[in-house]
């Protein structure tokens, strides 16, 4: 139906989460309207990611350098490290402006029903970080099946070693409604109450 090389930047646009046929078809027709100037800035910006962007050899954050900006600074507490499924969280807990420690990508979850293992996520890498210096181990991976497994299985990994292992809390949300809420939300909500 459509030339080759058109339906092969459909395709290509497919591979972006959340983006179906029709989608794509409406970013390909939007991309050929493109002047030269703007194609070529995006070829560009694709390029400059593809050769220039790596993960930190600490802690597998995106880096423009073997060693990312977050473990580089001496200001940040390296004495607490909040460990994370996906680069995204980072920035998301960045944004907080209230986290100072370091923090740990693993990259992904333990998902048996996706054939995802604890080997095939960056665990190792993890407890090769944990020395004398290190007091606090903050698990902040997602409140879904995977993520509360994940959670669980470095907790127990990490019983042997002297330190503090916490979870980050779940519930509620500003501004949410209770008869909005799904049980599970509503639970975690119960279970993290504090003292007022």
């Known amino acids: 139906m459509y030339p080759k090389r058109f ?23 939007e ?16 390029v400059e990611v593809r050769d220039g962007i790596k993960k930190c050899s600490v802690c597998g954050n995106l880096s423009e350098d073997n ?9 940040r507490n390296h004495e607490m490290i ?19 420690g370091v923090y740990h990508v693993l990259n992904g979850v ?9 080997e095939d996520i960056n ?17 902040a991976t997602n409140p879904t099946v995977e993520g509360e497994t994940t959670a669980m299985y470095l907790s127990k990994l990490l019983e042997p070693y002297d330190i503090k292992v916490t979870r980050i809390a779940h519930g509620l949300p500003m501004g949410g ?3 909005y809420a799904d049980e599970l939300t509503l639970i975690k909500a119960i279970e993290n109450r504090k003292k007022m």
């Open 177 to 179: 409604h209770l008869d």
């Open 31 to 46: 991309t050929i309207e493109w002047d030269l100037e703007t194609i070529d800035e995006i070829i560009t910006a694709l």
């Open 82 to 100: 909040c460990v994370v499924q996906s680069a995204k969280d980072v920035i998301a807990m960045e944004k907080t402006k209230e986290y100072h």
């Open 67 to 75: 060693t990312c900006d977050i473990c580089k600074d001496t200001s």
């Open 7 to 29: 339906e092969q930047l459909v395709e290509a646009y497919r591979h972006l989460p959340g983006v179906g046929l029709k989608t794509a078809e409406r970013y390909a027709f």
């Open 123 to 139: 665990i190792d890498s993890l407890l090769e970080r944990i020395d004398d210096h290190v007091k606090e181990i903050i698990l």
């Open 110 to 118: 333990i998902s048996t029903s996706k054939g995802i293992l604890p």
